[in-house]
């Protein structure tokens, strides 16, 4: 019969097996089941549909299986299932499914959970994971076999960390992180495949050197992510077993999923580029590379790139995809950016071999490359200047460290940057030579429709955050 401590609370509806132990004060509800060899400690809250494997030592003080935190849940039946084995420290919060998802939140087996460690709905917890203290998983999470995860460590809601990856302290994590990576800060950088974990866990050494290889391909050798992907699958040729070439296949499932994954949800959301920024450097980058080659015709333009550029002949130095943009949002690029990393853009084989750079508007993004790039002796040029007049006029210092010369979209930018000690010039929007200066507005009416109506331009803004919060105000009718 399970050892229940008098001063506990068991519902008659929860099933205990014989070996289970409950400690002082712990609260276990109705609808809860725990295996064999169990130890619950004291001032444990258990409740709702919650089934708890064997042999797991659970420290006083957490609470399991309460209502989640999501809006949407309606009280539905959903569940919280608990593997074999696991170590569960003190004050860790672990919630329920909800019905968005697959209505379960799971923890594997030999785990171990450090203080306060918070679980949220529907996340998918692996085996063997390590997570250290304070760590947060959002909501429908999947982090895989081997996990660890740094102290205070926050990981987005919809992410997936692969098998074997290494989170370091206070990681910001807001996209997937393939397999077999370290990571580490906000925001996040890949610093190098997890050797040392692999060596304890009995990788041989031709196993790691397979992953080392895979990470270069991905991270180190300027490719974008699709011929990454193919480079790397022609890595499964047999010549270093069978379990290498396992490794391998690993990682290009992971890929493929989070490809497939964030399709989805681009088209639930929003597409990449949109919606989070001005998109001033999409009309600006394909012009610029443009003129380029017309003032010189045999330069090799090499660049942060789309697959729109693709009619400027514009050589992707690192894919958009793969870099991320100045803002990173659910959706936006499938792996962590390595836009900070000081052995990523700035020692491509194309950055070490450059004239000169220019970096179109992203200033959060573009900025910091730019220094790295003046401090290794290469002339840098930024084009559409930070709008430091309206707000973060700060960042006119930045401009000053990072540029040589900005080119400026509005005629007032100049005198107030060269007040500044950083050369400007003039240039304007490159959309001007695309709009006529005076709108054919008979036309224009007839197209939309709305002839002979008196017509109300409402603009709320150029980003889609923005715009969608402030629209329906602005269209509210007033007396």
């Given amino acids: 019969m399970a050892q229940i401590h008098p001063t506990a609370i068991v519902d008659a509806q929860a099933e205990l097996a014989p070996t289970v132990e409950v400690g002082p004060y712990s609260v276990i509800g109705a609808g809860v ?29 957490i609470r399991w299986a309460a209502m989640p ?25 672990f919630s329920r499914g909800t019905t968005q998802d697959a209505g379960i939140t799971r923890v594997g087996d030999d785990n171990w959970i450090m203080a306060y460690v918070h679980v949220a709905h529907d996340v998918q917890l692996g085996s063997h994971t390590i997570l250290a ?37 206070q990681s910001h994590v807001s996209q997937d992180v393939p397999p077999y990576m370290t990571v580490s800060g906000n925001p996040l950088v890949v610093h190098g495949h997890n050797a040392e974990g692999l060596r304890r866990r009995g990788f041989s050494r031709e196993r790691i050197t397979r992953v080392k290889q895979m990470h270069r391909l991905l991270y180190r050798d300027g490719l974008t992510l699709e011929q990454a992907r193919a480079a790397i699958a022609a890595l499964q040729d047999g010549t270093l077993g069978a379990e290498a070439d396992a490794d391998v296949q690993m990682l290009l499932d992971f890929l493929a999923g989070a490809s497939a994954r964030h399709r989805a949800l681009r088209r639930g959301r929003h597409a990449p580029g949109d919606g989070g920024r001005r998109g001033l450097g999409r009309p600006a980058r394909r012009p610029a590379a443009g003129r380029l080659r017309q003032r010189w015709p045999g330069a090799a333009v090499h660049g ?32 962590p950016r390595t836009g900070r990393d000081p052995q990523g853009h700035g ?13 179109v508007d992203a200033p959060d993004f573009n900025l910091g490359l730019e220094a790295r790039l003046r401090s290794a002796g290469l002339r840098t040029m930024h084009f559409v200047c930070p709008s430091i007049w309206a707000w973060r006029g700060g960042r006119v210092k930045k401009l000053h460290r990072s540029c040589d010369h900005v080119l400026c979209l509005f005629p007032f930018e100049p005198p107030l940057l060269q007040a500044h000690g950083v050369p400007a010039t003039y240039v304007g929007h490159p959309l001007a030579d695309a709009i006529p200066l005076q709108a054919p507005r008979a036309a224009a009416r007839q197209a939309l429709g709305c002839e002979p109506s008196t017509v109300v331009a409402v603009l709320p803004g150029s980003r889609r955050s923005r715009s969608s919060t402030s629209r329906p105000a602005s269209c509210r009718r007033r007396p």
């Fill in 69 to 93: 935190q999501d809006m949407k849940y309606r009280g539905e039946p959903t569940q919280l299932i608990i593997g074999d084995r696991n170590t569960i420290r003190e004050y860790c919060t």
């Fill in 304 to 335: 942060h790139w789309r697959p729109a550029h693709g009619r400027t002949r514009l050589r992707g130095l690192v894919a958009a995809r793969q870099a991320g943009g100045a803002r990173l949002r659910r959706g936006a690029a499938p792996l």
């Fill in 133 to 169: 203290n304070n760590a947060t998983l959002a909501g429908h999470v999947h982090l895989g076999d081997w996990v660890i995860v740094g102290g205070l460590s926050g990981i987005h809601q919809f992410c997936h960390v692969g098998a074997h990856a290494m989170l370091g302290f």
């Fill in 347 to 359: 020692r491509a084989p194309a950055a070490r071999a450059a004239r000169g750079f220019i970096g």
């Fill in 33 to 61: 089941r725990i295996g064999d060899g169990t130890v619950i400690g004291a001032h444990c809250v258990i409740e709702g549909r919650t089934t708890i494997g064997r042999d797991n030592r659970i420290i006083p003080s």
